[in-house]
């Protein structure tokens, strides 16, 4: 049976695997190798009790997964969100692992994640859940073990609180604990462009890679949060036409090209595109299937799978969110000759200012925005070479590619350290 072809094809643990699998199959990689890089280290589930607003208790539950230490500290986000799963988690602190390895950055793999709806919450409940979550996790946290950061519906105030959290149990200052801090608690200049600037760094290398020029392009992105509207912007600024951009309800489509600086000032205001008379309105599979030369899917999982992925026409798709694109889909976009920049590469940028970031805490010394920049461009042009080479030689897909590439890197430490017994 072709690993692809699994059941519950939008399960993301089950879509890393199968990718997983591939990528172990075309490395020869060793059995005992293979069920342990398959397995996550730890799994920790905590349930949160918090006195809400109006004085009644409500029990919400968390997780924190460490899929893999071998090169360093787990390292990953955290996202609160109402359909957050242990399945999800799982995949994501996986895909951390080939991820950080990718991109070299010495570090494993880790995520985590609160069942809540945050857009419900008051700032003072979101404190108390981020506190008391911190705190069933805390003996599995630290500079050495494991760095969280934001994710999904968590930023820079909530890495404050945990931060906060987690100095006062210690009774020490420790900025190094997370990342994606505010400036002001010692995070990185370029940390919170990091993401989409890494975004538009692999797309621009995809285009010279295949000739195109980005002047003469035209992309949609899927999500106007962080990642999504700072790859709009940071597209925008190489030449690159942005045609299309969505939230949650739905999408507008400008064939002429959107006012972005006018987009992302409406979205700070109302965080919705809702009131934008830019374009026509679109849904979000809509935007999908525009006729682009670039489509960014920089919103959330699963939104390109067997079902949609023939009528995909961009000629190329860099993957800002993690996991937009299922295992059955993959091969349908191979077979009409699509490029894609899978995940654990395009996103990577984040990851890369984050451990710049926790370098700077370990070192005390804050470097300039531009050295934060041109480190973090070389790291994610050798990676996009890396990558493509890799796919050149085996004869595979970018994805399959950057799975072996990082798999390979995390066996080679894995097998020197050896098992432990």
Request: glycine share 10%; proline share 5%; aromatic share 6%.
């Amino acid at each position: 049976m072709n690993p692809l072809q699994v059941l519950g094809e939008e399960n993301p643990f089950e879509a890393m695997h199968a990718r997983f699998d591939l990528a172990a199959n075309k490395l020869g990689l060793d059995p005992g190798l293979y069920q342990i890089l398959r397995t996550c280290d730890r799994e920790i589930t905590v349930s949160i009790p918090v006195v809400m607003d109006d004085g009644s208790i409500n029990v919400f539950s968390g997780y924190r997964v460490q899929h893999s230490t071998a090169r360093g500290p787990a390292k990953g986000g955290i996202r609160f969100a109402p359909n957050v799963n242990l399945d999800e988690v799982r995949a994501l602190a996986a895909w951390m692992t080939w991820k950080c390895a990718v991109v070299n950055v010495p570090f494993g793999g880790g995520k985590g994640g609160v069942i809540c709806d945050p857009f419900k919450l008051s700032k003072g409940e979101l404190e108390r859940i981020t506190r008391r979550y911190v705190a069933g996790i805390l003996d599995f946290l630290g500079p050495d073990r494991d760095i969280p950061a934001p994710d999904m519906n968590t930023d820079g105030q909530v890495m404050a609180w945990l931060m906060d959290t987690y100095s006062m149990h210690r009774h020490e200052h420790c900025t190094a604990v997370v990342t994606g801090k505010p400036i002001e608690l010692g995070g990185s200049l370029g940390r919170v462009e990091a993401t989409g600037r890494g975004v538009m760094l692999t797309t621009r290398e995809s285009l010279a890679h295949l000739g195109l020029k980005p002047d003469q392009c035209t992309a949609a992105v899927q999500g106007s949060g962080n990642v999504g509207m700072i790859s709009a912007l940071q597209l925008a600024s190489i030449g690159v036409k942005v045609v299309a951009i969505s939230d949650i309800r739905g999408a507008i489509h400008n064939p002429k090209g959107l006012d972005l600086e006018k987009v992302r000032a409406h979205v700070a205001k109302t965080r919705s595109l809702e009131g934008l008379d830019m374009g026509e309105r679109l849904t979000n599979a809509q935007l999908l299937e525009l006729p682009v030369d670039i489509l960014v899917p920089a919103a959330t999982e699963n939104v390109i799978t067997s079902r949609n992925a023939a009528n995909i026409k961009a000629k190329v798709i860099t993957e800002g969110a993690n996991g937009p694109v299922t295992a059955g889909a993959d091969k349908i976009l191979d077979e009409k000759g699509i490029f894609i920049v899978p995940d654990i590469l395009a996103n990577a940028g984040g990851v890369t200012v984050s451990y710049f970031e926790w370098v700077q805490n370990r070192q005390g010394f804050y470097w300039p925005q531009k050295e934060v920049e041109d480190r973090m461009e070389h790291s994610m042009v050798e990676s996009f070479r890396s990558v493509v080479d890799m796919a050149r030689r085996f004869g595979v897909s970018n994805r399959i590619a950057a799975y072996m590439l990082g798999i390979d890197r995390v066996a080679r430490v894995t097998r020197m350290r050896g098992v432990y017994a």
